[in-house]
């Protein structure tokens, strides 16, 4: 047997033995398990199943051991993903810091931010937010006023930071600021680390349509910041934020990915929401034809990041195509919601939690907040700019 | 096809008044502070003294000949201005059918729908979706037995109008009857959802309701035969609505985007957003002008205006639904918040879609009609 | 009976007295009435039809009787073509003169000009070609660069102009040319009527994808033209161009609406070569549901221009319509043909004449020929350009 | 999912030859002087001296090992050149349906068809489309009656793989054989038709033609079983040569829009063009994606991909036809004109939409195989 084949072996019966059966399931929101200092978990078995991963490194399977990761190689990573998906095994944690900031530290942080922070993420002991976005820039990141003023021996951060993800529950936020204002937009912009604790920090959390306040506006009203939090050095944020930018995509695909598998299956849903003919056939030839639409675009994407997949181990990388999986992926998210929200007719008109099932309750909400997945993460828009430049090779 | 001079003033002054006394923002604080009646019953006390209760009433019951190109200037703003009132189920859907049965209740409270004392709701759906011919909630040696489970304004109706079949031994939509029956009457509960519009339907059920035969709304038995032509011209005022939020998604957006500006341009000067646009504008012309010829074959004395009706909402449907995404896609983040309106728009846009129908069945039917 | 009513019972009258059954039909390519000196006729009817109608002025129902043309009264031309839709009634003349010249004739010539020009126009007695784009050019008309030479007693023009429509049957041209090249690209150009006659005038066909060569390029190499030939003025040629466009969008309009009534009918045809199950649906439901989209948006088309109609007639037009009928209209159309395409199956992938009928013929030379629509006139994308800007506002 | 370095190399070599030898003016020239085959012969020639051939085949019938995802990349060459050759009907599905049929006919004129002196063509399809369940061609006591409506290289094959119904008392896929018909056999009538492409097809009449048991390729009554596999193979072939087309058209339209100036500036920095090209490679990279999973998936082994190829085909029908839609109409009037070539890519587009089955019977065949 190969190596590759023995491992899987290995981790399939791993989890079997150590993934409850609880944690086999579709995760609903209320059971996530998110990191942070007041860290809380909704059962005994998501804190058991967490820290059977988070003990073998698998919070972060490819990060290096030295800092408490996984140590998987690439293809391993793939392996024990495949067998996850297998067993429909739950993510065992989530944050920010896993998904961005760990990765961006990994390539420009130096050793002792390395120390200080990433086996903190593994762990899942710290939650971290992001702060980009500025309520005046939206797609114009570099456009951020948010400034940190150098005062000796401190920064001194001043401005506001918009659609940071809730920021109100977030232990550290990792920030673009600006350090010097005397170049071009995208000169004089810091990467910097700030304790949320540290005074004159505050937020607001920002009520979206889908009822729900997962995203807040944060406010820095003189926030001292040690100067050791820089990341990547003085006004050299821009290379690390688009190093983060690259992950915050891979990751929108990933948990696209997750949502894929985690969500309804339509066939199914349609199948009990509108029935069958005596032939097999649903009973709404309109949606039946949009079911069709959707599968084919969603297996697609399927197929597309596999295809990404095997370019990468073979190391023929096109580069066009990982531009397209945030564009293909949050489009085709959004056309499932909808089509979703028609299958359910009037019982998708409605989030009251009374009046109709935690299921029903659960497509309806997603489809309002999933609207922020063509925004969130560098627009459609920006997509569409970004491969008709980098991949076509249009004119600016 | 084209607003006389009377049609346009009643639009012009309904837009003011609910300008003043109904913004979006009045939909915000009823749904943040839900009534009992589901809507505001002064705003709705003075859209009456407006004359806005009888409009698609002949003259003989209290119109005032503004017909139902008329109806869809009026329309058009409570879309534009998500105005919450018993309009669409109590007048277009319910004082129609009273009049349109011609019976005894036309004299008997079609004066009191009128003056806004009564308010009806129509109960035809069971189940998910729109199916008149799937209704199985019946009435049996004078007693109603059957669930309704998508109606309209049910909180706020004194009475509701019970599509229930009568002649047990049918199916589809013969056998058919229209019944009313009072909101108080013994075997009746009625269970309000919130609608995630800010809107309310209700769930309502007829357990053992005593029904004698002055209850009944028209001619026992083929109630269908009144019923689905006041339906075709009750789906033709909704689309009218539904493009009056188009309307007002789209110029909300344009000035958003004549207001924003990114990169150091405002953002309305990227072509990929400006040709967005113009399909939009276009869509939504070609979606008006299907439900103008509706309405207006109406006013000239169409009788049987359902493949216009079946063809206005699927484009209503398509081109609200289109908007609204666009609308949220363009406000960037602010759009999916709900600090802004346009979400409001958004969820009430697919609410629209499952009334009277939903795209799927409306396609079915034009297909139908069209013989193929 | 009210005047107008009377005139359709009389119109009515004399078209059933009047239009040889044979005109009743949809016309095919080959029996369209074309305007020319050397004007043929396909068959003895259509000369009949076509001398019926000129004599009445009925070739161009609006213009004024002292040009020749109907005299009629807007209200009266809608019931006129009304009342040919009603009889299936071919039209009586095909020329660029009567579509485009003529009404910027009306508006922009001087009366020596109107004498000369309009009445042949009515009378089919010249075909009219179109001079405006050139190969360098597109969709940006004013860069054009042929040139009109002022000689003292005449121009000498040279240059070229391509998609001349069949320039080499027709008698007269009306050109644009540059008179004055100091100013900016839309100052110093001239419109200008050139006989096609005149020594240096030639015209090369252009294939097209369709097979057909329906345009020209043509080369004017020191074509003298007499300096009356200008019209509205020298150096005011891109005001009569902007007037002649309208013209140009409003007939490629009423050309689709020509076409939507002659053209194939989707149910019958569709019924004929798909068929219906036992429940009276299309066997192809995928066909089926592209069918409602194409009625429904055919059908709303006609119910837009019909408005358009009812706006001009109380003089309440919203400015921004009439611009959304050519993109709408051209788009419908090609749609329109995928479909026709695909409902032929095998028989819709050969244009030989022997290998398949007559209709099927026409259907798969419009679906190549019909590429055009979204192209000449303005692309689709100017006019959605103009309705960004003029309709929406939307800043340049 | 992604090349080796030998079907990289395969692709490359394969490229070189047809930019030299059959550049899309090869294509002009056959159309505007049809040879009698419909191909270029000595171009056959020499792609057979190259190997493609046999391409498809096991190692054991002369095959190189280059796999389907090999046999895919000469595919996308022969769409991006617009190729006309026999490949596709006598090697794809001809040779792979002797060598699936596992009998006599693999030793005896399996070695004939790599050597490119025969040439097979499939006649299935019975009047408007692709429909092998409703085939009525029938093979009664040893005469063979019917008539074939859309034989690809009809006109240039020696012989017919004619499916045909055996057992009369059978409907749908049962009961039908593969039946091996010399050209030159009496009763055979071959019309052929140039198609829209400058490819061509026949129409092949079998009017009282005799036929010995030795003509039966495969077992009789059950060809389907075998017949389906290689057809649902020769989908993806055939959707590789469609997306070689549509990624020829995308980037000569990329270099127009890079080369050709309007209003003082390059087309291609139009935000709103941009805006469509990239969503255009999307949906390409999306269709190769699917194109891949099926073509790797029959290397891997695996049995059934008939849910792969419904999905690929029509994606790739979808792709290309949009495509050539879109590079029309982005190359202005230079377009729809027959002096550039954007043209000749259409026109293929919408036959191959016809070939082995079109969009609805694709979609409909993947419902069905889902469940739903």
Redesign the interface.
Known sequence: MSPIDEFRQQTRAWLEENCPASQRRPVVKEEQIWAGRDRVFATPDAKLWFERMRDKGWTAPSWPTEYGGGGLSRDEEKVLEQEMARLHCRPPLYDLGLWMLGPALLVHGNEAQKQEHISKIVRGDIRWAQGY?EPA????LA?LKTRAEDMGDHFLVNGTK??TTQADKADWIFALVRTDASGTKHEGISFILIDMRTAGVSTTP????S?ESEFCQTFFDDVKVPKENIVGGLNNGWAVAKELLKHERKLMATMESIIQREDESL?EL??Q?IG?DES???N??????R??DQ???A???E??N??LF??HR?K?VDP??PL?VK??GTNAM?QKD?LL??I?????????EQ?HTPREHNI?QNW?YN??H???GG???I???I???R?????? | MVLNEEQRLLQSSIRDFLNQRAPVSALRELRDNPTPQGFDTSLWRELVDLGVSSIVLSEAHGGFGFGWMGLGAVMEEIGRHLAVTPIFSSVVIGAALIEAADDHHSTEILPEIVAGTRTLAFAC?E???FNPGATATLLNQGVLQGEK??VLNGSGATDFLVLARTATDTKGTDGLSLILIPRDATGVTV?T?????GHN?ARVKFDQVAVDHRQFVGAPDHAWDFVSGVLDRATLALAAEMLGGARELLERTLAYLND?E??DVKIGS?Q??QHRCAQLFCQLELAQSVVYKGLSAIDQGQQDVAKLASHAKVLAIDCY?KMS?EA??MH??M?????VD??LF??RS??C??ILG???FH??RFATLCGY
Chains 1, 3 share one sequence.
Request: aromatic share 8%; glycine share 10%.
């Open positions: 976005s820039a939206g797609s114009d456009s918009i659609w920002i009520e979206l349509i009822g066939v349609a199948t929401y069958m097999g056939k649903l709404d030839s309109s949606i039946r034809s079911i069709t599968l084919m675009t297996e697609a994407l197929y597309l596999e295809r095997f370019q073979s023929q066009g195509l397209t564009y293909l959004q909808e929200l028609q359910l007719g009037n019982h998708g008109l409605s989030w009251q009046s309806v309002a609207k922020a063509t925004i969130a627009t459609s828009e997509q569409l700019n491969i008709a430049k991949a076509l090779g249009l004119p600016a | 759906d189940g998910l979706r489970s998508f269970d959802i919130h609608s995630v519009d339907f924003r990114q990169f990227f990929a957003l639904q995404n949220v896609q960037g983040g759009g999916i918040t709900d600090e346009i979400g958004l969820k697919r609410v879609n499952q939903d795209s799927s396609r079915e």
